[in-house]
């Protein structure tokens, strides 16, 4: 009877097993370490290794650049005294800009300092421009611009007005819009209306007549400002009429400038830069020399040769920047070397020198900040 009993159960547990252990139940499978190599088996093929990236080629910097640069907030620092006193002082009747003599030398005399503030992060450059751009005196200014009609300050003061109209835009202000939009107007028109003999006349200028300084800055404030059918006006402007006009401007000609201007270089400055790439670089390969001698000014005489060392370095840098030969880069640093040693030209005589070639020396650093 026990032994029946005992031999019941058995039954019964191998019954339950089964049970547990039906067919397409998982089974856990512990997965084994890797194993060593067996002893006497060739070592495993190393894993291949990740390509190297190779070091970036180091570009030598140019020791003669490299300390003109670092030279850079000094020669600032200094230009500014002359345009500091400049534009605080009341030369003319004008309501906003009645300083440094005339109404274009306070207009660029304002420029430089917001420039000066905005490339040295010194405020007091831009603090000084405040009794200048009030509110109050600039609707003043503008109602007075638009009585004096189509011949003021047409072409040169107002091309610097658009100069500062986009520096002051760089500090989100746009308090200077409605005066740029009325400048703008009228120097599009200009430009766009002058006949051919004008214009031969306009393009050698070398002073406040000149068609390139006054078209770059229409072209550079339309593109600045959005105005898509201006800046396209402007490029067509220099394609079908300063482009064909190589044989009336060459280079050669700006060594014997009496002017501010070197007329030949700014027209080369604008085709440079304000034409497309390929239409640029395809002139710049039949038009401009890959060497370019031209001494720097010496001794002015008359005065407005005192701003041509100035005005030339913004040539140079801009067809630097279009064509990458430094040759052009060095004929900046020619003339800026030159004239930033020279205190004496735009930092003396308020009459003569000192009301104005100082602004022209901050622009052409300016370029350099680019």
């Keep these: 009877m026990v032994r029946s009993l005992a031999m019941l159960l058995v039954a019964i547990g191998l019954v339950a097993c089964s049970a547990d252990a039906s067919p397409g139940d998982d089974i856990p499978i512990v997965a084994k370490p890797p194993q060593a190599t067996e002893p006497g088996a060739p070592p495993p093929p190393p894993a291949p290794k990740e390509p190297e990236t190779p070091p970036a080629p180091v570009v030598p910097v140019n020791p003669r650049w490299q300390k003109f640069l670092d030279g850079r907030n000094d020669a600032l620092a200094a230009l500014a ?11 003319t009747s004008s309501a906003a800009f009645h300083g440094c003599i005339d109404w274009h030398s306070a207009v660029h005399g304002t420029w430089a300092l917001l420039a000066l503030s905005r490339l040295t992060k010194d405020p007091k450059y831009a603090q000084a421009t405040a009794t200048v751009l009030d509110p109050a005196l600039l609707a003043n200014e503008l109602a007075t611009l638009k009585r004096r ?5 047409v072409p040169y003061g107002y091309a610097w007005f658009l100069v500062l109209a986009g520096e002051r835009a760089k500090q989100k202000k746009t308090d200077l819009v409605p005066l740029a939009d009325h400048v703008v107007s009228l120097l599009d028109t200009w430009a766009s209306g002058l006949q051919d003999l004008d214009l031969s006349t306009s393009l050698r200028a070398d ?3 000149n068609v390139s300084w006054a078209v770059q800055n229409v072209w550079q404030y339309a593109v600045d400002s959005g105005d898509t059918a201006r800046a396209n006006r402007m490029i067509d402007f220099v394609r079908t009429r300063l482009l064909p006009r190589d044989a009336d401007c060459p280079l050669e000609r700006d060594a014997a400038a009496q002017g501010f201007f070197p007329a030949c270089l700014h027209r080369a400055r604008a085709l440079a830069l304000m034409l497309p790439p390929a239409e640029s670089k395809a002139w710049a390969s039949t038009f401009l020399p890959k060497t370019y001698a031209l001494a720097p000014v010496v001794t002015p005489a008359p005065a407005h040769q005192a701003g041509l060392n100035f005005s030339r370095s913004w040539d140079f840098f801009g067809l630097y920047k279009a064509t990458g030969n ?12 030159a004239w930033l040693k020279r205190p004496d030209i735009w930092a003396g005589n308020y009459e003569s020198h000192a009301h104005w070639v100082a602004q022209f020396g901050v622009y052409a650093l300016s370029l350099s900040y680019e």
């Design 326 to 337: 430094e040759a052009y880069r060095d004929l900046y640093l020619d003339h800026m070397e």
């Design 81 to 91: 005294q002359p345009i500091l006193t400049c534009v605080a002082r009341f030369d």
């Design 149 to 153: 009609g189509s011949t003021f300050e």
């Design 207 to 209: 002073d406040y007549q």
